[in-house]
């Protein structure tokens, strides 16, 4: 019984990246190896970033919020930009299209991601016997993290290998991939600190999820927007 | 051709998938850390003549219900949380007696009776509200006691998390499904490994020496007053056991007479020519197996010597009457004696003490009360207690209903100068004078603060025998306690011999978990699927097209065959 809520969340948790992959021309450009490797350059940039966090936080003894530390955790989560600027430009890829490749390296970035995160606390604990509704919550989140993820590689893709794009447009598109990658760390330093949290704003994990699942929808259309306008030119 | 490589990658996370299912299916590791943890105390088990009684069992897995389920449901394997409050005495008798089956019970017993309760301890024990629990549950430990149960039992103490549970299960029972598998609800889990027979329970006993003063050689002629209490108890729940009054208070007294006299003894001019002999025996419960042994192992001169021996048994919540228990006829020199003293002085404190006599049925192998062991030996003995009548077997042994909470040490204290103040007039023969050696303000005087955290320290500490080890820290706080102020002090040990047999596991952690129902998820099965299909749909369409979606559905047949 409890395995099966066990399935029920890695369902969720997993589902739409598989869904992702099988829906979308993905699965028919065979880029399975383009995913495969964002997904190590992830596994590469979070082991810098817990180094990073390692050496240059303190352990808080109390659960106090303290700002400069807060800031400097926003800064380190930055070097995830600078691993998915890595794995769009630095990376040889199969000759496949720039429209597929950010998907794919969005995807496997993503998918690494909820591994890394979430695959050892659903394991741990949606297998007790006690019910909550934490896995579920968490499993959406996944969602959220993966809409995010493959806004994030759009917006890079933009930035980074598209040439010809309007002028007009750069400062947008600058603005909401900052928007897009503090995001996460906004988020997770939610879920983090959730004990002063809810103290604090007394926010509850399902208003940090259902707030991760909003935000990260808007981001996606705008990025959507974004590459659509890109496109227009050119085509 | 576009399909093909589709197809194949398909099958290849099917395996994937397959391989990760074995992979989570082997390495099941139970981890049980549930959101509440309460405390349990497992009714006893034991054997009396190979006859099994109490609970027979320790391990517990089930869904809970309360006593609102509803009726012709099966309980076998259900958990009922039942309140002390709430108890109803027939619906117990008739589980019992009939022996219906149960997945396991739960007594949820009020603050009052924990050994934890710190407050309003020692108010006056006639409590008119607590009055009815405690004959509750002083009627339901009897007849878990004498009963056969092949479920867990166990009792718990009322707190906030255990009460919103308790709640949240009535809820539950009301609304009329009572919880199982299929409509969710709580889970209890006690894991605890299988119950094992104490081998050889050991008893000890303690013995304190205080001589009295040689006036010539003839030290050997000095005669002897034994003052004896049982300091074991039995109940329903061993470790909850802690017999504040039976027998804690006749402890507390005893340790305080050896105090009072060892004063007396220390200075020669007022050593009495009584040799005082201080006996805390074990196997009380047990018809006195430990005294029994004692005695036995006494030198046969000593036994000789001894002129007669008080035996103090629940004496802490009394009013004004007291009773002597012998089972010499009243006419007896020596009994005269001893009721004559404790009288007169009972008489000057204001309060009465009577005469029971009661005669030993040698052939009967119940012992009811301490001083008959005596008695079988030919020693002078007699037994002060406030019950007027004898208890039956593993009766008022300082089981569940016997807390501090209705204990008062002011009563203690009036029972410790009795005792006192009449042996020191047998002892330097006062008889007759109205002398108060152990008056209040003077040096002599009964102190209350000592009385008052022995009895508290006793109140904290489960003692029944088979369950204390040999070298027990509360075994040897008394024996250090008697060291204090008795001459010469001695363990004597032996095995707990006769009918009885115990098993181990008296606590437990009782786990409790909140659990979904399998419908909820199904239910949230279905939710996800339609989710993965919207999603799925959606990106095709947004991706590749209506029209790609539709030819995805338009050759079933030919698709089903190729999986397949």
């Given at each position: 019984m409890t395995v099966f809520h066990f399935f029920n969340c890695a369902i969720l948790t997993f589902g739409p990246h598989a869904v992702y992959y099988s829906a979308t021309p993905l699965s028919e450009y065979d880029t399975l190896g383009t995913s495969i490797k964002a997904a190590v350059v992830y596994l590469a940039t979070a082991l810098v970033k817990l180094i990073c966090l390692a050496t240059f936080l303190k352990v808080s003894e109390s659960d106090s919020f303290d700002p400069y530390q807060e800031f400097l955790k926003a800064l380190i989560g930055f070097i995830d930009v600078a691993g998915l600027y890595f794995a769009l430009t630095q990376l040889t890829h199969r000759n496949i299209s720039q429209n597929h490749k950010f998907q794919a390296v969005g995807l496997g970035w993503a998918f690494a991601d909820s591994v890394l995160h979430r695959l050892a606390p659903l394991w741990v604990g949606?297998?007790?016997l006690e019910f909550t509704w934490d896995y579920i919550l968490q499993g959406l989140e996944a969602n959220a993290n993966l809409v995010l993820s493959i806004s994030l590689a759009a917006l890079g893709s933009l930035m980074w290998l598209r040439k010809n794009k309007p002028k007009t447009l750069i400062p947008i598109i600058y603005l909401s991939a900052g928007i897009v990658a503090t995001m996460p760390s906004i988020t997770r330093s939610f879920s983090d600190s959730l004990r002063y949290l809810r103290r604090?704003?007394?926010?509850?994990f399902p208003k940090v999820v259902g707030f991760e699942l909003f935000t990260s929808l808007v981001m996606a259309f705008i990025s959507w927007q974004l590459f659509a306008a890109c496109q227009r030119p050119s085509v | 051709m576009v399909m093909a490589p589709r197809k194949h990658r398909e099958r290849e996370m099917l395996f994937d998938s397959v391989i990760a299912l074995v992979f989570i299916l082997v390495a099941c590791v139970d981890l049980c850390d549930g959101a509440t943890v309460v405390d349990v105390y497992r009714l006893i088990q034991y054997d009396m003549s190979g006859v099994p009684f109490g609970s027979r069992l320790a391990s517990l897995n089930h869904h809970a219900a309360s006593l609102h389920f509803s009726p012709h449901t099966d309980l076998s394997r259900t958990v009922l949380l039942i309140p002390l409050r709430e108890l109803n005495m027939s619906f117990v008798k008739e589980y019992i007696a009939e022996s219906k089956p149960l997945g396991g019970l739960i007594f949820l017993l009020p603050r009052l009776f924990s050994f934890e309760n710190k407050d309003g301890k020692g108010s006056n024990n006639r409590d008119v509200s607590t009055e009815p629990l405690r004959n509750v549950l002083a009627e339901l430990e009897q007849i878990l006691i004498h009963a056969n149960l092949p479920y867990p039992v166990y009792f718990a103490f009322e707190d906030d998390n255990i009460d919103a549970v308790l709640a949240d299960i009535k809820k539950n029972d009301v609304t009329g499904q009572p919880a199982t598998a299929t409509t969710g609800g709580y889970k209890f889990v006690v894991s605890a490994a299988e119950p094992r027979k104490v081998v050889s329970p050991p008893i000890t006993n303690i013995q304190g020496w205080l001589a009295g003063l040689k006036t010539?050689?003839?030290?050997?002629q000095l005669p002897t007053i034994a003052i004896v209490a049982s300091y074991d108890t039995f109940g329903a729940a061993p470790a909850l056991s802690v017999g504040s009054d039976s027998n804690g208070s006749g402890i507390v007294a005893l340790l305080e007479v050896a105090r009072l006299f060892s004063l007396l003894y220390s200075n020669p001019k007022t050593r009495g020519q009584y040799n005082l002999l201080f006996g805390l025996t074990s196997g009380g419960p047990y018809n006195y197996n430990g005294t029994r042994k004692w005695l036995r192992s006494f030198d046969q001169r000593l036994r000789e010597s001894i002129d007669y021996a008080i035996c103090l048994d629940s004496i802490g919540s009394w009013e004004n009457e007291l009773w002597i228990h012998v089972s010499k006829p009243p006419e007896n020199a020596f009994i005269k004696k001893i009721v004559e003293d404790f009288s007169s002085v009972a008489e000057e404190l204001g309060f009465k003490v009577n005469l029971k006599h009661k005669k030993i049925n040698i052939s009967n192998p119940r012992v009811a009360w301490e001083h008959e062991q005596f008695s079988r030996l030919r020693v002078t003995a007699a037994t002060l207690s406030e019950l007027s009548t004898a208890p039956e077997l593993?009766?008022?042994?300082?089981?569940?209903?016997?807390?501090?909470?209705?204990?008062?040490e002011a009563t203690i204290v009036r029972s410790v100068k009795l005792i006192a103040e009449s042996l020191a007039r047998h002892i330097y023969g006062?008889?007759?004078?109205?002398?108060?050696?152990?008056?209040?303000?003077?040096?002599l005087a009964v102190n209350p603060s000592y009385v008052r955290s022995w009895l508290d320290v006793l109140s904290q500490t489960p003692r029944v025998a088979p369950f204390l080890s040999k070298d027990d820290p509360f075994v040897m706080a008394l024996k250090k306690e008697l060291e204090d102020h008795t001459d010469e002090v001695n363990l004597h040990r032996d095995v707990l011999e006769g009918v009885f047999t115990f098993y181990d596991s008296t606590r437990a952690k009782l786990n409790i978990y909140q659990v979904a129902s399998v419908t909820f998820d199904l239910l949230l099965l279905l939710v996800l699927g339609s989710y993965l299909i919207v999603l799925f749909s959606f990106l095709v369409i947004t991706t590749r097209g209506l029209d790609d979606l539709i030819s995805l559905f338009r050759r079933p047949p030919s698709r089903k065959v190729k999986t397949a």
């Open positions: 949606a297998r007790g604090g704003l007394g926010w509850h | 010539d050689d003839d030290a050997h593993l009766e008022k042994a300082g089981g569940l209903v016997d807390s501090r909470h209705f204990v008062n006062h008889q007759g004078k109205n002398i108060q050696i152990f008056a209040e303000n003077t040096n």
